[in-house]
């Protein structure tokens, strides 16, 4: 009994060399898909995204482990995908270009406070998607904000038009410090003379 329960968790229902090309496969066409659906995959998931992925690793891992549920298979399936991830992360490391190539390149939203409306296009992100972004950087109203840039990995990178409040206060403290800093340098040579 005890035997029979062993061999039918570890015991490969597919070759092993199926077991390896299988998940090398599936991701590398995951990576092609990603690149070409955009950054916007990436980005941010709203509801429609979430159920995309959760179905798409769902789906995937059929094709990753095949008719076999074997222990065995899915460690083996689990060392494929490791290793064709290290080997892809490895070779982009070394190879700049390749690496530029597939990631893309930035895609600036916003410029000087002005929407750019083919990039938001292009990138599939409504104008309010834009605000949710924007409203997550700390900015209240789009004129306050001077560049959104979506980054090739996803993320976005938020600028200001003008610097912020606790900007000018900074400044406006500094240059305090240093008309007191002069004044009190005065009266000290003022003092050091009447000595």
């Known amino acids: 009994m005890m035997h029979a329960l062993l061999s039918d968790m570890?015991?490969?229902q597919l070759p092993i060399l199926e077991k390896l090309l299988r998940p090398v496969l599936v991701y590398l066409t995951l990576i092609v898909l990603v690149r070409v659906f955009g950054k916007r995959e990436l980005a941010q998931l709203n509801p429609f995204d979430l159920i995309v992925l959760l179905s798409l690793s769902n789906t995937v891992q059929n094709a990753i482990i095949g008719d076999d549920n074997s222990v065995t298979g899915g460690v083996i399936g689990a060392f494929g995908l490791l290793t064709i991830n290290w080997l892809v992360v490895r070779t982009l490391y070394k190879a700049p270009r390749l690496n530029r190539m597939l990631e893309g390149r930035s895609t600036v939203l916003v410029n000087d406070g002005k929407v750019d409306r083919k990039a938001m296009e292009h990138e599939r992100l409504t104008r309010e998607e834009l605000m949710e972004i924007i409203h997550r950087?700390?900015?209240?109203?789009?004129?306050e904000v001077g560049r959104v840039v979506l980054e090739p990995n996803g993320t976005f990178?938020?600028?200001?038009?003008?610097p912020s409040r606790t900007?000018?206060?900074h400044r406006d403290l500094?240059?305090?410090?240093?008309a007191l800093t002069?004044?009190?340098s005065a009266l000290?040579?003022?003092?050091?003379?009447g000595s």
């Open 167 to 169: 900007d000018n206060q």
């Open 157 to 162: 990178y938020v600028e200001a038009l003008e």
């Open 137 to 143: 950087q700390g900015f209240e109203h789009l004129h």
């Open 188 to 193: 000290r040579a003022r003092l050091d003379e």
């Open 10 to 12: 570890f015991h490969l």
């Open 174 to 178: 500094i240059t305090r410090l240093d």
């Open 182 to 184: 002069g004044e009190i």
